[in-house]
Antibody, heavy 129, light 106 residues
Framework: QVQLQESGPGLVKPSETLSLSCTVS??????????WAWIRQHPGKGLEWIGY?????????????YYNPSLKSRIAISLDTSKNQFSLKLNSVTAADTAVYYC???????????????WGQGMLVTVSS | EIVMTQSPATLSVSPGERATLSCRAS??????LAWYQQKPGQAPRLLIY???TRATGIPAKFSGSGSGTEFTLTISSLQSEDIAVYYC????????FGQGTKVEIK
């Protein structure tokens, strides 16, 4: 059974960088056929896809990434294969970035994200001074 | 960006009755459509993908239909454990979600 768990600071100051990690157990993040995604949910609102990464043998240290165009200039998603983790960095945060952040497994293929079959429990990150 | 619009925003259904939720895409997503169930304080749970294929472990009371721009999720015989917000998500062009339909017991 695949499990995902988010971790990181729950409070970030405006203009600083939000950093979250997702630890995957029960499966390897280097497995073919799986992408690893971040999704957020503003309080009381709907879901917003942030981006995903997948392991690539041609780029084993960095993976291949795709980001939501509306957030692309502020995002970086990376893999740590030694820890079976992937991470999100979102810089220059404002109060509008306050949300529950979920990591999830994406059954993507051929460079395209698909749907999400396993999710972390979610982590509330508040942006406030 | 493909915009997904769900209706109604809130659906009140009597126990044992059928619930029908709608999802419309701003342009065709073919059958690249998934449905999720989210209960309070929980992460979303995948119900349906490919517009009509139930995910592993999802009971037959949940069914999906549609293609192109119009999709439907049907919950037959609504029970208290089905009370949740339901989201559709397209994955034909990037990934976008609808705003959700809250299903409640009448």
């Amino acid at each position: 059974q695949v499990q995902l768990q988010e971790s990181g600071p729950g409070l970030v100051k405006p203009s600083e960088t939000l950093s979250l990690s997702c630890t995957v157990s029960g499966g390897s993040i280097t497995s073919d056929g799986y992408y690893w995604a971040w999704i957020r949910q503003h309080p009381g609102k709907g879901l917003e896809w942030i981006g995903y990464i997948y392991y690539s043998a041609s780029s084993p240290n960095s993976g291949s990434t795709y980001y939501n165009p509306s957030l692309k200039s502020r995002i970086a998603i990376s893999l740590d294969t030694s820890k079976n983790q992937f991470s999100l960095k979102l810089n220059s945060v404002t109060a509008a970035d306050t949300a529950v952040y979920y990591c999830a497994r994406d059954l993507g293929r051929q460079g395209m994200g698909y749907y999400f079959d396993y999710w972390g429990q979610g982590m509330l990150v508040t942006v406030s001074s | 960006e493909i915009v997904m619009t769900q209706s109604p925003a809130t659906l009140s259904v009597s126990p044992g009755e059928r619930a029908t939720l709608s999802c419309r895409a701003s342009r065709s997503v073919f059958r690249s459509l998934a449905w999720y169930q989210q209960k309070p304080g929980q992460a979303p749970r995948l119900l349906i993908y490919g517009a009509s294929t139930r995910a592993t472990g999802i009971p037959a009371k949940f069914s999906g239909s549609g293609s192109g721009t119009e999709f439907t999720l049907t919950i037959s015989s609504l029970q208290s454990e089905d009370i949740a917000v339901y989201y559709c998500q397209q994955y034909n062009s990037w990934q976008t979600f609808g705003q959700g339909t809250k299903v409640e017991i009448k």
